[in-house]
């Protein structure tokens, strides 16, 4: 898995959901994760290539963008408020797919194409 990657977090308490997706869209990984700083580094370490990552700001932000920034290229905080104004322009998921997992699709594809409003940590 070389080249670029798009990586979209879902973050709870106790779990993470990760989308990831290559430069041509394509989500080529999916994954539910501890929200454990050592299983989270372990995930990003089995990845290759340019690392973009995307989550929406929340409880978990500072910590985590504190956690991510030396092992990724980009790194995006989004404010959640403002990507439900994007919803329109993408594709909704089957109603089959978990909400979790819809989040974790979506702001991989955002990044990708809109980049998401940044918000400060």
């Known amino acids: 898995m070389t080249g670029e990657k798009y990586i979209g977090l879902d973050v709870h308490q106790a779990t993470i959901c990760v989308a990831v997706m290559d430069a041509k869209g394509k989500v080529v990984m999916e994954s539910i994760l501890e929200t454990k700083a050592t299983t989270i580094l372990e995930f990003l370490a089995g990845l290759?290539?340019?690392?973009?990552?995307?989550?929406?700001?929340?409880?978990?932000?500072?910590w985590l963008y504190d956690l991510l920034k030396p092992h990724v290229a980009n790194l995006v905080v989004c404010n959640p408020r403002k990507n439900a104004l994007l919803?329109?322009?993408?594709?909704?998921?089957?109603?089959?797919?978990?909400?979790?997992?819809?989040?974790?699709?979506?702001?991989?594809?955002?990044?990708r194409l809109l980049f998401p409003t940044r918000v400060t940590v």
């Open 48 to 62: 290759r290539g340019t690392l973009s990552v995307t989550f929406e700001e929340g409880t978990w932000a500072a």
């Open 87 to 111: 919803k329109h322009v993408f594709q909704p998921q089957p109603p089959l797919v978990p909400p979790p997992r819809q989040v974790a699709h979506r702001l991989p594809a955002r990044e």
